[in-house]
C-alpha cells in the first residue's frame, strides 16, 4: 500500500485527495497545510485523514512513502528536495520548478535516491489529447505544419507570476508531449497592464521540419476560450476543450500540388473532404493520472510526465521569459538541449 501526503489545500489539493483516496493500492494519510480555514475544509471533507498545520509532519514521517505537492511555484524546489532526502516519491504541481537549474538539481537526486517525480500535467490523461497522440503517431494527420493554441479567460491573475507561468505550462506539456522532436528557437512578446506582471503573452515555437507553433495566453479576456488546432500535410484537427461533447474534430481538408513543375507554375489544388469526430475516452483525467503515478512507484515504470518532461518544459518557460526581457528576440535553443541531455539519464529518455 501507497501511503501518500498531501502538502497543499488550497485550488488544486482538494482534487488531489479526492482521487488519490479512491486509487486501490494507495491510501492519503495526511493532508498539510499552513492556513487552519483549508485545514478545517480538508478535516470537514475528510474526517479520518490526518491533518497538520506543518509540512514537515508530512515529509519526515516514516509512514508516509510519496508526498503530493500542490503549493505555490515558489515553494516546489524547497519541498520535493525535501521529501527526496526523506525517500518520499514525488508528484508536484505544475509548473515543476522556477528555474532548469532547480529541476535539474531535483531530477540527479531523484536517481541519486531510486525515487520517481511526477509533475502533474494533467491534460496528457485526458481522452482528446490521448487520441490526438493516436492520430500523429499513426501518421493520419501526416507530417505537422502547425500547433496553435489559445488559452484565455478573465483572471485569475496571480500576485507573484505572470500569464506565462500560470497558463503556458498546459500548452507547452501537450506540444511536448504530442510533438517528437525539441524546439530549436522560441520568441514571445507580451505586456502587463495591472501589478506589473505580463498578464497577455503571445508565445512563438520554432521546430525542425519548418513545424511553428504558436500560443496565445491571455487572462484580460472577456470570453473563456480553450482551443487548439493542429495542421498537417494529410489532415487537420480542432481540439476544444469547452464544448460538452465533439471536443476533437478531424477536417479531411488540405493544399496540394499537382505537378512538379516550379512554384510559380504549379497547379495548387485545395481539398476540402469530410468531417470526422473521434470518439473519444470518457475518463477524469486526474484520476487517470493518480492510478498511473501509484503504478510507476509498484512497477518502476518512467512517466511521460517525470521529471525530465517536467525540465523540458521550464526550460521552454525560460527562455519565453528571456525573449519577453528582450522585447520579442529569439532565443535559440540548442545550447539548453546540450544541457538537457547531461541530465536525461538513461532510465529518464523521452518518453512518448
Request: aromatic residues 8%; glycine residues 6%; contains cysteine.
Amino acid at each position: 500500500m501507497i501511503r501518500i501526503g498531501i502538502i497543499g489545500y488550497g485550488y488544486w489539493g482538494p482534487n488531489l485527495v479526492r482521487n488519490f483516496v479512491d486509487i486501490d493500492g494507495a491510501t492519503v494519510v495526511s493532508i498539510s497545510d499552513r492556513d487552519q480555514s483549508a485545514l478545517k475544509r480538508a478535516q470537514a471533507a475528510h474526517p479520518m485523514i490526518r491533518t497538520t498545520p506543518n509540512d514537515g509532519d508530512v515529509i519526515l514521517s516514516p509512514g508516509i512513502d510519496a508526498v503530493a505537492i500542490a503549493t505555490p511555484v515558489s515553494t516546489h524546489y524547497e519541498l520535493a528536495k525535501r521529501a527526496l532526502e526523506n525517500g518520499k516519491h514525488v508528484f508536484v504541481e505544475k509548473p515543476f520548478t522556477t528555474s532548469v537549474q532547480h529541476a535539474e538539481d531535483l531530477i540527479e537526486l531523484a536517481d541519486k535516491m531510486n525515487l520517481k517525480i511526477m509533475v502533474d500535467h494533467t491534460f496528457l490523461f485526458t481522452g482528446a489529447v490521448k487520441k490526438i497522440k493516436q492520430l500523429i503517431d499513426e501518421k493520419v494527420l501526416g507530417r505537422l505544419f502547425y500547433f496553435d493554441s489559445i488559452r484565455i479567460n478573465l483572471g485569475l491573475l496571480q500576485k507573484d507570476s505572470n500569464v506565462v507561468w500560470d497558463l503556458a505550462p498546459h500548452d507547452l506539456s501537450i506540444m511536448d508531449y504530442l510533438i517528437s522532436s525539441n524546439p530549436i528557437a522560441i520568441a514571445a512578446t507580451g505586456t502587463a497592464h495591472i501589478n506589473g506582471f505580463e498578464d497577455v503573452a503571445y508565445v512563438t515555437i520554432f521546430y525542425p521540419d519548418n513545424l511553428i507553433a504558436h500560443m496565445s495566453i491571455n487572462w484580460l479576456s472577456p470570453v473563456k476560450i480553450r482551443m487548439t488546432m493542429i495542421g498537417g500535410q494529410k489532415k487537420m484537427l480542432v481540439w476544444n476543450d469547452l464544448v460538452a461533447d465533439e471536443k476533437l474534430k478531424v477536417y479531411d481538408r488540405g493544399v496540394e500540388i499537382e505537378s512538379k513543375e516550379e512554384s510559380y507554375h504549379a497547379r495548387i489544388n485545395y481539398r476540402s473532404g469530410d468531417v470526422w469526430v473521434p470518439r473519444l475516452e470518457q475518463v477524469e483525467a486526474l484520476k487517470t493520472e493518480a492510478h498511473y503515478f501509484v503504478d510507476c512507484i509498484y512497477n518502476n515504470l518512467t512517466a511521460i510526465n517525470d521529471g525530465v518532461a517536467g525540465l523540458r518544459v521550464v526550460r521552454m518557460i525560460e527562455a519565453i521569459i528571456a525573449s519577453l526581457k528582450t522585447g520579442g528576440c529569439v532565443i535559440c535553443m540548442e545550447e539548453t538541449h546540450a544541457a538537457l541531455r547531461s541530465v536525461s539519464l538513461p532510465k529518464a529518455e523521452r518518453g512518448g
